[in-house]
């Protein structure tokens, strides 16, 4: 008999030069740095979550109030040269006014060059609260009193796209991310597991694995829509499609963690872990799991654009999230109608920020998969 | 009873004066009081107004001394493949007379484009089975019923229906039978004969017949749980028997809704009462004994089907029995062709219409509206739009029942907020409702509404609305003596006492996927009664899913668009007030329902109304309903606007100021049968210068 | 090899019936069925709530739809297996599987058209980029490709029909073939109407493939060219052209086939976004269109038939790549 003592020391023994984890990630580090492409994908993820997190302090107005008398204007220009051809330091905007037309009720926008409202930065203005906690009124630009300022017009309800479209980013990343990373947990138990055990379990969780896969989806998404209870709010709702993005997404990660197990498995080490008589969970979380974990990040970044796809199409089916929350996908729905866009083409706006968090995650992935493969071309 | 009825308008107008001046004074001076309703405002627009005239000047039976038919019939006239025009007709065939017609008598040819966009599941209609909608019935197999009530919004009143293939009736002296007259001597578009066989056909195998889905049984046939019954004198003659007399809504079961002819030579040999065959049919096999490809369609009506691929096209041609002439002895229709396109949904005809590739599109979303008026009036638009009475409604509908769909105690507490008048009028207070008419079309289009009848109603009247200003914080105060109060500061009001003190109040409000402008009142309702600390929890529902809710009763609130039973109540009395088991608002369970005080008052006037004839009386019977309704806040109405018509510019004979949807929907209403374009104007027809082809013959 | 290929094809046919029992649950799932749906209907065309109850209890009735779950699900099995039929839609009154011979030939089409786009143009792509390696059209097309596939489909979808409906005055953008051509033998104006509507489907279920077959070709001939065989015969002195025509090419292409059999479910659950919004007579929008009206048989019957063919594809695939690499075992 071997006692746990043994087994630690004469493992950490083998398994110290393999374990150099600080070099490990020096490495992927430093060819990370030098991808490009990764660094922009970084910081465009960086920047929608700094949106989101401080939507509050980028949005000039409130960002959940709504305000009926201002649905559907247009973006407002910023101006540096007023109409009478004076140029100003100080950046301005006019405020709209509409005209209707009296056969059609075509709302027509004009500028108001009767009073220029300069852009002022780091003002105070309404009220909020920084992480909810912290009561806070500075907002990063604002005009005057009696002045408006939408960068990129108004929606339905008269709120600023801009501000909204920060806000919606907090559900639509974080339901993304919390379904991916459920996702990323599940898939790679069952992977390791799947690769680990091989025999009768491989096989087992190999079907189910092409079973869920070849689930569609759809169905599933409809059920729940309806089956959603009426006293649980949008969170719940937002909770309940995360996991069945999760539920559903999981498969392929399953599979490629499977392979690379599969290869470990033959590896010197693990059979000396195993000849020494290490137990399978000390197996499995000392040496398996690090030695995939570099990839299992890499699935992680790679599936967050397909649930943010995923959720946008299912708001688009008008089976996603509700009001009061936002999501990108929310926003996007209002532009399912038709007609409506034809009137107001502003309103696709958010898919700006749609794509530009799907490109980032998919540069940042691609970026980390290259800097994480040690094999990988220089 | 006239003296009564007065009195009571005096009463009502008195009681609602005093309402609104004493208001102010009990409600401890701070709950704003009603307002009066506002005039509309002239909108300027409108197909022009509707020419009203005696039915008699629009359509009577008579032999004209000559008849003609579309010209390229002649060749098979002559060829022996069809009787001559005059044999096809019959002796009196209807003549729809110059006087009615807005454009004049027509010619003959083009195509008229339709767009449906719900799957055909077969051509026995009576028996619930849909050839399509969107005008697929209406243009074929309804021209068959005993009276038309859709055009009647052309009529000088609307008590006496348009004859259809019933001519003439007779009330006895007591009123309890009426005797009709069918047309003598017409033919289904098989060229075999009509008599009243097939009316009796109807009565009873699908009327009569509990198994078969007909749109009305015979219990909607039946007064104080009598039913009628029907017999037919001779083949041209039947007879109804009533338990009471004159029923006032009768004509409206015989109308193209509820009741046309279906040909039994065709069809009772799949009727399981009727049939000889071995095993007999059963009555799914006889709602699907006309499949989408059991073609040509047997039918009454001007155009016949003769094509269908699924889910793509479908062809209609000109029915070359149709007994119907204009003045000059054409016979009818004048077009030649109906195509219908086919589509996922109704999105679809109105992008078809506006790109000038079908010819009738209906404005029911008002943030289209604006797109489609812009194109309208463009150089090269192709189609007119033409605007309805106020009589397109959203309201915000509450479930008041106690025990249907309740399943603990928050949802009886829910029910019992809901049943609380000063809640319905804080929720009132608290509905901006003319800014969410702005937010969804600006301009003076779209108006705020109380609910109750629509402004468009005939009968409505201004007076006797009792509008809730927006006023958030006299809906604050109702809230507070409700005792509904943040305790924990979240924003959201909880409940104090009773079991569910302690909690959030939270409420489910749906809104339909298919109509895009409930989602639009539902949200902005999010935030506008989130802002009186009354949590929201919106759903957005498919029709079936709401459908289903309505019956289990496990619904709270609901957007919706309502019907026109609001606009027409004869049409539809039994949508006004809780009189039936199965009142949508108020559905009775195995317990007896509790009404309200107030509902019982609407249940009175409501029954009253069903039998009063006197159009004074009508009205006066109405305000007093709306009074009680508005006041009540029975629903709670956000916004009132028109129903649209578009259709191309090329068509003649639409008449002005045509609804969309008033009497029936516009399809009915809109005669195409007399529908007619210039020859310079007509399209190219998919089959022209066929006729179906009923093999045999 | 042959009990390997014996035995996938046996689990594969538990599973497709593991699929059926699920499908079936999972759309049974939501309260009511296509009677309520039709019910609803009635309301909406003014009926009264008593009649429109009454009415949707007989179509209940008659169509079964009040039998237990189980009940239901073994007539539609027991259909299936006897009689070859894929059960009853209510919604069409008609037999499902007639119902999708007629949308499947159309289906095809743009599954196989739009496949072969995206192959040759991707593999055409993959080909120049990897040739101009971190030249400006390397970079040009991979960012172009990243951004149009970044864009969710719908609104891909959206935006095209925005553009055509509003901007080009485009007619009967609405479905498969304009009027006229519907009823007509095929010609060539049919086939050139045809492409007319569907093209914007071809654009955006092709896109995703285009973007994809364009990376792996690349990665692969860049792999390939680096080989040693591809050294020798440069130093032959062969022309670059034909080096990568003659002998990079066609060992790149290797994975490419070997996914062939995945394309096909894919490349037919592809279209179902821009076919919603397109209104085209394919297989997606049906699918669609079924579990809204909760009409159970063809909901049923897809979802079989797509989980059948993702089986299929996944076992062409081991096929495919066990005999090409015999270090695969077959266990």
């Known amino acids: 008999m071997i006692t746990d003592q043994q087994e630690i020391t004469t493992l950490d023994e083998i398994a110290a030069p393999l374990e150099d984890h600080e070099s490990y990630f020096q490495l992927v580090w430093r060819r990370f740095r030098r991808n490009k492409v990764s660094i922009v994908g970084a910081l465009m ?106 960068l990129l017009g108004t929606d339905k309800l008269g709120r600023d796209l801009w501000g909204k479209a920060c806000e919606a980013g907090r559900i639509s990343l974080s339901m993304s991310l919390f379904g991916a990373i459920i996702s990323v947990v599940l898939g790679s138990v069952l992977g390791v597991a799947s690769g680990y055990y091989g025999g009768w379990i491989d096989n087992a969780l190999q079907r189910f694995t092409e079973f869920v896969a070849a689930f569609p989806n759809l169905p599933l998404w409809m059920a729940l829509a309806a089956l959603v209870p009426k006293t649980a709010d949008s969170f719940t709702v937002f909770v309940l499609m995360a996991c069945i993005f999760a539920l559903l997404s999981w498969t392929t990660l399953a599979r490629e963690v499977r392979s690379k197990v599969l290869s470990l498995r033959e590896t010197d080490f693990i059979l000396a872990a195993k000849e020494m008589g290490a137990s399978d969970a000390r197996i499995i979380f000392r040496h398996l799991y690090p030695n995939t974990l570099s990839h299992i990040i890499v699935i992680l970044t790679l599936t967050v654009p397909g649930v943010i796809l995923a959720e946008s199409f299912l708001s688009f089916l008008g089976i996603g999230i509700t009001e009061p929350l936002i999501s990108w996908g929310l926003m996007m729905r209002n532009t399912q109608d038709i007609q409506t866009l034809g009137q107001n083409a502003w309103i696709l706006a958010p898919i700006f920020f749609m794509v530009s968090a799907v490109l980032g995650f998919n540069f940042l992935g691609d970026g980390l998969r290259d800097a994480a493969d040690p094999y990988a071309a220089q | 009873m006239k003296l009564r009825h007065l009195q009571l308008r005096v009463l009502a107008m008195v009681v609602m004066l005093t309402f609104m001046i004493s208001v102010p004074a009990f409600g401890q001076a701070e709950v704003a009081a009603p307002i009066p309703y506002p005039e509309p405002t002239d909108i300027g627009l409108g197909g022009g107004e509707v020419n009203r005239l005696p039915i008699d000047q629009i359509v009577t039976y008579m032999a004209l001394p000559e008849y003609h038919q579309a010209p390229w019939l002649d060749a098979l006239v002559e060829s022996g493949q069809l009787p001559p025009v005059e044999e096809r007709l019959p002796a009196e065939p209807q003549v729809y007379l110059t006087s009615g017609m807005q454009d004049g008598i027509g010619v003959y040819g083009d195509v008229w484009r339709g767009f449906s966009a719900c799957p055909t599941a077969g051509y026995n209609d009576m028996a619930g089975t849909t050839m399509g909608w969107f005008g697929i019935e209406s243009y074929t197999s309804r021209y068959g019923s005993l009276v038309k009530t859709g055009p009647l919004f052309r009529a000088d009143q609307d008590i006496d229906p348009m004859p259809e293939i019933a001519k003439s009736w007779e009330w006895s002296e007591d009123g309890m039978q009426l005797t009709m007259h069918l047309i003598e001597g017409a033919s289904w578009s098989d060229g075999m004969p009509f008599t009243s066989a097939d009316v009796m056909f109807v009565w009873e195998g699908y009327i009569l017949d509990e198994n078969v889905a007909a749109p009305r049984h015979i219990d909607a046939w039946s007064w104080n749980g009598e039913p009628a019954s029907l017999v037919a004198l001779d083949d041209y003659t039947i007879q109804f028997t009533f338990p009471v007399s004159r029923p006032m809504d009768v004509f409206y079961l015989m109308n193209e809704d509820n009741f046309h002819v279906m040909p039994a030579h065709q069809l009772r040999e799949f009727h399981p009462l009727w049939s000889t065959a071995d095993p007999a049919p059963s009555y799914r096999d006889f709602a699907d004994a006309l499949p989408p490809d059991a073609l040509p369609l047997v039918t009454m009506g001007p155009w016949v089907i003769t094509e269908y691929i699924t889910d793509e096209l ?46 009738h599109m209906n404005l029911e979303n008002p943030s289209t509206f604006v797109e489609a008026m812009t194109r309208a009036q463009s150089a090269d638009a192709t189609y007119d739009v033409s605007w309805g009475p106020e009589t397109l409604g959203y309201n915000v509908a509450f479930n008041f029942s106690l025990d249907v769909g309740v399943t603990g105690e928050r949802d009886i507490a829910v029910r019992e907020l809901l049943r609380d008048l000063r809640f319905r009028q804080a929720l009132s207070y608290a509905s901006d409702r003319d800014g969410i008419a702005q937010s969804i079309m600006r301009g003076p289009f779209l108006r705020g509404w109380a609910g109750g009848l629509y402004p468009g109603a005939p009968d409505f009247d201004r007076e006797s609305v009792v509008y809730y200003p927006y006023d958030a ?28 003190a302690g909690e959030p109040v939270v409420i489910e409000l749906r809104a339909s996927q298919d109509q895009q402008e409930t989602q639009s009142v539902a949200e902005a309702l999010v935030n506008q009664w989130g802002e009186i600390g009354i949590q929201i929890n919106m759903r957005v529902m498919d029709s079936q899913t709401r459908a289903d809710a309505m019956i289990d009763g496990s619904w709270e609130m609901e957007v919706q668009r309502n019907d026109q039973a609001f606009a027409l109540p004869f049409t539809n009395v039994t949508n006004l007030a809780p009189i039936t088991a199965n009142f949508r608002w108020h559905v009775e369970g195995d317990q007896p329902r509790q009404l309200m005080d107030f509902e019982q008052e609407l249940i009175d006037i409501v029954e009253e109304y069903r039998s009063t004839f006197d159009a004074a009386e009508r009205r006066a019977l109405m305000f007093n309903y709306n009074q009680i309704f508005t006041e009540n806040v029975y629903d709670l109405g956000i916004f009132i606007g028109r129903y649209g018509l578009g259709t191309n510019q090329r068509f003649n004979n639409i008449a002005d100021g045509t609804p969309v949807f008033l009497y029936t929907w516009v399809e009915d209403a809109i005669l195409l049968d007399t529908v007619w374009s210039a020859v310079e104007d007509q399209l190219p027809q998919n089959r022209p210068e066929t006729l179906a082809d009923y093999g045999g013959e | 090899m042959l009990s390997y290929i014996l035995r996938r094809v046996i689990i594969a046919f538990f599973m497709l019936i593991g699929i059926g029992v699920v499908s079936f649950i999972v759309i049974k799932l939501p309260p009511g069925d296509f009677a309520s749906r039709y019910q609803a209907y009635l309301l909406g065309r003014g009926s009264s709530q008593e009649d429109a109850m009454r009415a949707a209890q007989i179509v209940r009735e008659q169509y079964g739809l009040d039998q237990p779950l189980p009940v239901q699900f073994y007539e539609w099995v027991k259909g299936m297996v006897t009689e070859g039929k894929f059960g009853y839609s209510l919604a069409y009154r008609t037999d499902v599987g007639e119902l999708i011979a007629d949308r499947l030939p159309k289906t095809l089409i743009i599954a196989i058209l739009s496949h072969i786009i995206s192959t040759v143009v991707g593999v055409s792509l993959g080909i120049f980029v990897a040739t101009r390696k971190y030249g400006f059209w390397d970079n040009f097309f991979a960012i172009l490709s990243s951004v149009l596939t970044s864009i969710p489909r719908f609104s891909l979808a959206i935006i095209i029909l925005f553009i055509m409906v509003f901007q080009w005055h485009q007619p009967s953008m609405v479905s498969f073939f304009s009027p006229q051509y519907v009823v007509a033998p095929w010609s060539l104006d049919r086939v050139i109407d045809m492409l007319r509507h569907i093209w914007p489907v071809l654009f955006i279920a092709g896109l995703g493939g285009v973007a994809r077959n364009m990376r792996v070709m690349r990665g692969n001939l860049l792999d390939v060219l680096g080989a040693q065989y591809v050294q020798t015969a440069r130093s032959k002195g062969l022309t670059e052209n034909r080096v990568v025509v003659r002998h990079a090419v066609p060992n790149a292409l290797h994975t490419l086939v070997a996914y062939q059999g995945t394309v096909l479910p894919y490349m037919m659950q592809g279209e179902l976004e821009v076919a919603i919004i397109l209104g085209l007579p394919t297989l997606g929008p049906l699918l669609y269109e079924s579990l809204v009206n909760q009409d159970i048989y063809i909901s049923g019957s897809l979802l079989l038939i797509y989980g059948a063919l993702i089986l299929l594809g996944n076992l062409l695939a081991d096929i495919y790549l066990s005999i090409l690499d015999p270090r695969i075992r077959y266990s």
């Open chain 1, 45 to 150: 993820v960086l920047t929608l979550v700094f949106l989101a997190i401080f939507a509050d302090f980028f949005s000039p107005t409130p960002i959940s109030q709504i305000d009926l008398d201002n649905s559907f204007i247009p973006p407002q220009q910023v101006h540096f040269i007023d109409h009478e051809g004076n140029f100003h330091i100080r950046p301005f905007v006019y405020n709209y006014t509409y005209t209707l037309d009296p056969t059609t009720f075509r709302v027509s926008w004009v500028e108001d060059t009767s009073k220029a409202y300069e852009i002022q930065f780091f003002v105070q203005g309404s009220e909020y609260k920084l992480f909810g906690l912290i009561p806070s009124n500075l907002h990063l630009y604002g005009v005057e009193e009696g002045g408006t300022i939408y």
């Open chain 2, 314 to 359: 479908m062809i209609m041609r000109r029915n070359p029995y149709y007994w119907k002439v204009d003045e000059a002895g054409n016979q009818l229709p004048y077009i030649d062709e109906i195509q219908y396109r086919k589509g996922p949904s109704g999105i679809g005809r109105d992008l078809c219409t506006i790109a000038g590739d079908c010819d």
């Open chain 2, 473 to 500: 914080p006299s809906a604050n105060i109702l809230l507070d003596e409700l005792g509904l109060l943040d305790t924990n500061g979240d924003g959201t009001r909880e409940w104090t006492e009773g079991p569910m």
